[in-house]
C-alpha cells in the first residue's frame, strides 16, 4: 500500500536540513521511522523542491528559523497508508505543500501500465529530473492516421511564438511545417483531449489546441524550452492568456526510418519515435533548472510526425 506524506513530515524534512543535517542522516531516520526508500526519497526531493522555490519568494514571506538535528520523523499510520486525511499522495509527479498545482502522471505503486478508461496505456520510462515519462499506447495506429490525414492539408511552415513581442515569427531552428486543431474541434480531436486530461490530471481547458507537425529529411527542431522565457518583452501579453506553459505531451503519429528522436540535451536523453507512443514532461516554474531542454533531432530518412499537447497554469482561451 502507497505511503503518504504529511504536513508534518515535510515540515520535518525542511527542519533537517536548516540544521544542516546530510541528505543521508535524513533518508536514514526515514527509513529507522519505517518509511519505504523510495517513498522517502521522492518526499525529500519534492519537499526540498517546493522549498528552493519558496526561497524564491520575496523577503518576509520565507520559511522560518534554523531548528534542532536529527530526530525520527513518525511515519505512524501512513506506514500502513490507512490515513486519507488531508496528506497527499507521494507520486513521482505529484506535489508538496506551498506549491502550485501540477499536470503530473499518478506513478505510485510503480505501474507498469495505467487504464485511462478507453486505453490502457504502458509506462516505458520515468525520469525525475527532468520529470518525464515515456509512454506507449497512447494513441492507436487509426488515431495516428486520422489526426495527420485532417492535419494535411492545414500544413504550414511552422512558426514560433516570439516572445520578444508576443507575436509570432518564421524560425530557421524549426523547419517543420505545421497546424494547430482547435480545442475539441472534432470528435477525434475531442476523445484524445479528454483522454491526455486523465492522464496527466489537468483540464482540457487548460490545453492548447493540439499542435501536429511534420518534419521532412533534414527538417528538425533545435533545443528550446516550451515554456516563455519570463525576462522577455512579450511573455506578459502571451501569459495573459492561461498563464505560462507548465507541460508538454509530444505524441509520435508514426515513425522515421532513421533520426528524429526528441532529445534531452541536459541529461543525454533520446526519446526515438514509435508510432502512439509519447513523451510528457513537466516544468513545475520557467527555468531551466528544470533541466526540459529538448529539441527534435534533424530526420535523417523518411518522414516525422508529431502532435503536441501545451499545457498551462490556467484556463486558456485561444
Ligand atoms: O518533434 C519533437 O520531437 C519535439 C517537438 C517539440 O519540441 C514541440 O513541439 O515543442
Ligand atoms: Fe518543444
Known sequence: MAQRITDELRAWIIQQAQAGCTPESVLQAMLKAGWQETVALTAMEEVMEAHVASLRAPVGTRPGERQGGVSHPEAGSNSRGTSPDTSRQVSHHGRSAGTPARPYIDLSGSPRAIDLGDRIVTVLVSMRQPRLVVLGNLLSEEECEALMRAAEPRLKRSR??????????????????????????????????????????????????????????????????????????????ITERGGQRVATLVMYLNEPERGGGTTFPDVGLEVMPQRGHAVFFAYDR??????????????LEGEKWVATKWLREREFTP
Open 160 to 237: 514560433t511564438v516570439q516572445t520578444a513581442t508576443g507575436g509570432e515569427e518564421l524560425n530557421a531552428d524549426r523547419t517543420s511545417d505545421g497546424m494547430f486543431f482547435r480545442r475539441g474541434e472534432s470528435p477525434l480531436i475531442q476523445r484524445i483531449e479528454a483522454r491526455l486530461s486523465r492522464l496527466v490530471h489537468w483540464p482540457v481547458e487548460n490545453g492548447e489546441g493540439l499542435q501536429v507537425l511534420r518534419y521532412r529529411p533534414g527538417a528538425e527542431y533545435r533545443p528550446h524550452y516550451d515554456y516563455f522565457d519570463p525576462r522577455a518583452p512579450g511573455t506578459a501579453r
Open 286 to 299: 520557467p527555468d531551466p533548472a528544470t533541466r526540459t531542454l529538448h529539441g527534435g533531432a534533424p530526420v
